[in-house]
């Protein structure tokens, strides 16, 4: 049998590394939703779009499950708990940023040139993780070492607190020595900030203990909506549409993951940005004077997605 290339595995109390494979059923029968990452402007837009859900009377936030990957990690650990996103929101339109560098220079276009070439040099999805998990302990080893530390603190400062909160929270990451796809819940032994970092760490691999981890979207895509599977009804809020940027045999994309849900009997809605916001993001997504555009089409998006959730969702 040929192994599956996207099998996930938990990380689990006292365990120096990733632990007994998950197997069981999400919730079952249960609701879940998915928040996908898309850098500071993916975060932006999809607090905006939860903002705009709640606000027309549909509270997605209080799925029975929350999954987040990178940015979309942060995002499901904030709302957790019955957080406001109309707070959040609120927070975010308020920002004021000086605008950044032209595109082409921005770190995230970078970032998106190097892993390019890495994605191109793999001969599938797990060769993919190892080698990204490859250059981002290169990149720590050629650090001051004070990377994690630093990280942590960033993201601390953007949630309620280190605790997990009692709504079931799943935090993708991957392993940069092993390549090998994790989650993170509140069964794992590590706290809600250095799970949601290792789901963030980008380009540096983060410390964990002895473990590294790296960015939660090279698993399968930034949603990792699969990992849903045998719930009910699944939304996803995808910053990146979606999209993929490695061949599409791979199967990475969230269309793909989309049909496998429908196909066990999950009932499955995306929200993804319309076409006059998608320059919000690749390139630009570390462009925080954006995020109150990005927060403010999220809003928009999720007005207009309501009435096609409201039915399915209750």
């Known amino acids: 049998m040929t192994p599956d290339p996207f099998s996930t595995r938990r990380v689990a109390p006292a365990a120096p590394g990733p632990s007994a494979a998950r197997t069981q059923v999400a919730v079952p029968g249960g609701r879940a939703l998915v928040v996908g990452g898309g850098g500071s402007t993916g975060h932006a837009w999809a607090v905006g779009v939860l903002a705009g859900l709640s606000d027309a009377g549909v509270h997605v936030a209080g799925a029975d499950l929350l999954i987040g990957t990178s940015s979309g990690a942060t995002v499901a650990a904030q709302v957790a708990d019955g957080a406001s996103p109309a707070d959040l929101f609120a927070g975010i339109v308020a920002e004021v ?76 990451a991957v392993d940069a020595r092993s390549g090998e796809p994790v989650v993170f819940d509140r069964s794992s032994g590590v706290d809600l900030v250095d799970a949601v970092a290792a789901s963030t760490s980008n380009g540096v691999a983060y410390a964990i203990g002895r473990d590294r981890y790296v960015d939660g979207a090279y698993r399968r895509s930034g949603e990792n909506a699969d990992l849903a ?28 993951q989309a049909e496998e849900l429908r196909a066990g009997g999950t009932d499955v809605v995306t929200v993804v940005p319309d076409s006059s916001s998608e320059h919000l993001f690749g390139s630009r997504a570390m462009d925080l004077s954006l995020r109150p555009v990005a927060a403010r089409a999220g809003y928009a998006r999720g007005r207009s997605a309501a009435g096609r959730l409201a039915g399915s969702w209750a």
């Open 229 to 256: 599977a045998g719930c009910a009804r699944v939304v996803v809020l995808s910053p990146l549409s979606g999209g993929s940027r490695c061949p599409s045999e791979w199967g990475m994309d969230l269309a793909t």
């Open 97 to 172: 940023h000086p605008t950044a560098t032209a595109t082409g220079t921005t770190p995230a276009a970078r970032a998106m040139r190097a892993t390019a070439e890495i994605i191109a040099a793999a001969t599938d999805p797990a060769d993919m993780r190892r080698r990204m998990g490859a250059a981002a302990l290169e990149a720590e080893a050629a650090s001051d070492g004070s990377r994690s530390a630093r990280w942590r603190a960033t993201v601390a400062a953007r949630l309620p607190g280190p605790h997990w909160p009692r709504q079931p929270v799943w935090i993708v």
